[in-house]
């Protein structure tokens, strides 16, 4: 019998675990739960595929590896081949399970901005009554979003049935979703900035956007602008923003994702005026739809696998998505 190590026993429910068991026995597997990661490190060699969250520092015992599936989208700590047992291991991750509870994250942070609520915020402690005029709306508003996959697409949905006028920028000029008024190429996003009510980035950590939201990109943007970042903090010129914000070039951002996490106590984006920051919880497992989502994507891909048959949510290793 072929064996299979489950590593998130803290999302996985009793229905999720016979979702697994019934997968893997039709492709002839058993499973295994392991409560912690250092429990799974006495036993990782005996599993040929592995799910959930892996410490890459464990890779390199896993002796039977053939496949790797992250329970998180981003597995940028898991790209460096020196960590893998075997150069043909597969990686795939969840990419695809995140989209609703992250968007949802993005319309939130963004009406708050919208409504002025971080400038409400002090006042209200006080037990004072402000009143702030004027406030903006999604409603005819222009909407950039640098990138278009699961969390962009998710996103452009629902703004498009708020009103706005959604531009898609992402490396290929080109994605499915219907709800993107346009979709332009990396070398557009110049192009677009000038116009942007709000930039939204959803991008994975990959050499290719690290500082992609550059000092001079960032200037581009009107003072007007709202910034949101929900993929990876290494993508934007955090010393750029801090001075955007702070000299009022800049209307207000909001940060799921930073460089480093968490945050230091005395970083100066905590003091950034309209700033709003949230530790890394746009995503995770903390909505039922997400795991049952990253559930179903695993028992699928585990159908295929089990079959021969190609991975839907394969990781290209050298690109890093």
């Keep these: 019998m072929k064996n299979i190590a489950v590593c998130a026993s803290h999302f996985i429910t009793d229905a999720h675990r016979l979702q697994i068991e019934r997968t893997a026995e039709s492709v002839g597997f058993s499973v295994t739960y392991f409560d912690t990661q250092a429990a799974l490190e006495e036993k990782i060699a005996d599993f040929e595929v592995l799910f959930g969250y892996i410490p890459p520092e464990l890779l390199p015992g896993a002796r039977s590896l053939r496949w790797l599936c992250a329970a998180s989208a981003g597995v940028d700590h898991l790209l460096d081949d020196a960590i893998w047992p075997h150069p043909d291991c597969l990686l795939s991750n ?8 992250i968007s949802e994250h993005i319309l939130m942070v963004l009406l708050m901005l919208l409504r002025r609520m971080p400038e409400y915020q002090q006042p209200l402690l006080r037990r004072e009554w402000p009143f702030l005029t004027p406030i903006r709306s999604i409603t005819g508003s222009y909407m950039v979003l640098l990138g278009t996959g699961d969390i962009g697409s998710n996103t452009a949905r629902r703004l498009k049935a708020l009103g706005a006028e959604v531009t898609g920028v992402c490396r290929s000029g080109r994605a499915a979703e219907p709800a993107f008024d346009r979709v332009v ?108 989502l990253d559930i179903d994507m695993f028992c699928r891909d585990l159908a295929h696998y089990g079959a021969g048959e190609p991975l839907e949510h394969l990781v290209d290793r050298k690109r890093g998505y």
């Excluded at 950590?205 to 000092?215: C, F, N, P, Q, W």
Aim: aromatic share 2%.
């Design 94 to 101: 969840s990419s695809g399970a995140y989209g609703p509870t």
């Design 185 to 292: 190429p990396l070398s557009g996003l110049e192009g677009v900035l000038p116009r942007a009510d709000a930039l939204i980035l959803s991008l994975p950590a990959t050499a290719e956007t690290a500082g992609i939201l550059s000092r001079e990109r960032l200037a581009l943007l009107p003072e007007t602008a709202y910034m949101v970042n929900v993929g990876r903090g290494s993508a934007i010129d955090q010393e750029a923003l801090v001075e955007a914000l702070q000299g009022g070039r800049l209307a207000g951002a909001a940060l799921d994702v930073m460089t480093p996490e968490p945050l230091p106590a005395d970083h100066p984006l905590w003091s950034c005026p309209n700033m709003i920051i949230t530790p890394h919880v746009s995503g995770n497992m903390s909505l039922g739809l997400t795991c049952d």
